[in-house]
Nanobody
Framework: QVQLVESGGGLVQAGGSLRLSCAAS????????MGWFRQAPGKEREFVAA????????????SVKGRFTISRDNAKNNAKNVQYLQMNSLKPEDTAVYYC?????????????????WGQGTQVTVSS
């Protein structure tokens, strides 16, 4: 089993920045891709960004491309892996609960049902 723990959420003014972190622990994987999703009140949980563990390829939703950057820091033995989401030029519409997710299954990293593990979520609030 893999445990995911997010940190770094909070309140920021529009135009500001935040960095989210997600630490994965538990089983060791060499093929654990990781992503971020977000859910605003009354809306579906949507894809934000993802990074593959095999080669570090990154993917972004159009709404965050150019403003958000996903990165990773994985231990050589894959015993503990951390991913980050650097969020710049934040907008009020970025306000949501942000969830870290881990995926070992096949399929698109953009598709929520393909993810096997989820964190508890961290609130990001952007004031105008």
């Amino acid at each position: 089993q893999v445990q995911l723990v997010e940190s770094g959420g909070g309140l920021v003014q529009a135009g500001g920045s935040l960095r989210l972190s997600c630490a994965a622990s538990g089983r060791t994987f060499s093929n654990l891709s990781m992503g971020w999703f977000r859910q605003a009140p009354g809306k579906e949980r949507e894809f934000v960004a993802a990074i593959t563990w095999s080669d570090g390829t990154t993917y972004y939703a159009d709404s965050v491309k150019g403003r958000f950057t996903i990165s990773r820091d994985n231990a050589k033995n894959n015993a503990k892996n951390v991913q980050y989401l650097q969020m710049n030029s934040l907008k009020p519409e970025d306000t949501a609960v942000y969830y870290c997710a881990g995926k070992v299954s096949r399929g698109s990293v953009r598709y929520r049902p393909n993810y096997d593990y989820w964190g508890q979520g961290t609130q990001v609030t952007v004031s105008s």
